[in-house]
């Protein structure tokens, strides 16, 4: 069974970083495809960016130019870099992943940004 964990959330102020690890265990294969997701209550979970295995990269116009998906040394690690943030940026961020058929959620992390 593959586990995702969140990892690198917190508080920052407006125009800081932060960067979210995502570490997934329980698998020796590499992934289909690492996503990070957000989410503020009371909206639908959205698509933040994603890596494809072969590193291709898709962000959401939102985030484009300030965040950066990357793959770690070890191959089923991904980060997500977010510069610029903004209040906008607040959510609960999940790592997603697909490995073969199946695909996979962790917990999340919280990003609060403040003015």
């Known amino acids: 069974q593959v586990r995702l964990v969140e990892s690198g959330g917190g508080l920052v102020r407006a125009g800081g970083s932060l960067r979210l690890s995502c570490s997934a265990s329980?698998?020796?294969?590499?992934?289909?495809?690492m996503s990070w997701y957000r989410q503020v209550p009371g909206k639908q979970r959205e698509l933040v960016a994603t890596?494809?295995?072969?590193?291709?990269?898709f962000y959401a116009d939102s985030v484009k130019g300030r965040f950066t998906i990357s793959r770690g040394v070890g191959k089923n690690t991904v980060y997500l870099q977010m510069n610029s943030l903004n209040l906008e940026d607040t959510a609960n961020y999940y790592c997603?992943?697909?490995?073969?058929?199946?695909?996979?959620w962790g917990q999340g992390t919280q990003v609060t940004v403040s003015s």
């Open positions: 997603y992943s697909q490995y073969g058929p199946n695909e996979y």
């Open positions: 329980g698998t020796t294969y590499s992934f289909v495809v």
């Open positions: 890596l494809g295995p072969d590193l291709d990269t």
